[in-house]
T-cell receptor, first 111, second 118 residues
């Protein structure tokens, strides 16, 4: 089967750094993506790892280790607007690259 | 960046009504479009994969006759929820990818359609 595990909730304060982990049990995927979703909105793309290692995009970074079946999203200099749900997702080889999502992590940023 | 437009953004209708949702890729040719459903406080669940000019591939447990998908052109896919009932109330989201991009690029999502069946 295919599954991705994320913590359900994370709380942090403004200005802090938070790491959201994603462990997966799947094979035959191109890469690991991260999406942000605010209440009532659609997912927006944050970061993508096709290869092992760290990808940095501004305040957000993402990491992938295929040998450990593990990835994470790192958010730095947290802001109140970062309060949202964050989803990891794998892109599969078949069916034109369909996405399989984790259950999502709800991040609450406190003042 | 890639833009995907979804319409309508919100639908409220009576039980038994059929509802059509459109998903358009505005600045690229989408050989594949995906339809997801999301219930409150839950993750996105893939319903079906829609390929231009061919039949959609449905995920296990998704009723083909209930959720009709048409992908007649490289820029438009439609999802029709037939004879909708209250349990079909959900947030429906489409995404699109091009053949070249499908396997090594992230998908981009439409803004979603919030469907409420009374």
């Amino acid at each position: 089967g295919q599954s991705l595990e994320q913590p359900s909730e994370v709380t942090a304060v403004e200005g802090a750094i938070v790491q959201i982990n994603c462990t997966y049990q799947t094979s035959g995927f191109y890469g690991l993506s991260w999406y942000q979703q605010h209440d009532g909105g659609a997912p927006t793309f944050l970061s993508y790892n096709a290869l092992d290692g760290l990808e940095e995009t501004g305040r957000f970074s993402s990491f992938l280790s295929r040998s450990d079946s593990y990835g994470y999203l790192l958010l730095q200099e947290l802001q109140m607007k970062d309060s949202a749900s964050y989803f990891c997702a794998v892109i599969h080889y078949n069916q034109g690259g369909k996405l399989i999502f984790g259950q999502g992590t709800e991040l609450s940023v406190k003042p | 960046g890639a833009v995907v437009s979804q319409h309508p953004s919100r639908v409220i209708c009576k039980s038994g009504t059929s509802v059509k949702i459109e998903c358009r890729s505005l600045d690229f040719q989408a050989t594949t479009m995906f339809w997801y459903r999301q219930f409150p406080k839950q993750s996105l669940m893939l319903m079906a994969t829609s390929n231009e000019g061919s039949k959609a591939t449905y995920e296990q447990g998704v009723e083909k006759d209930k959720f009709l998908i048409n992908h007649a052109s490289l820029t438009l896919s439609t999802l029709t929820v037939t004879s909708a009932h209250p349990e079909d109330s959900s947030f429906y989201i489409c995404s699109a990818s091009s053949f070249r991009a499908a396997h090594n690029q992230p998908q981009h999502f439409g803004d979603g359609t919030r469907l409420s069946i009374l």
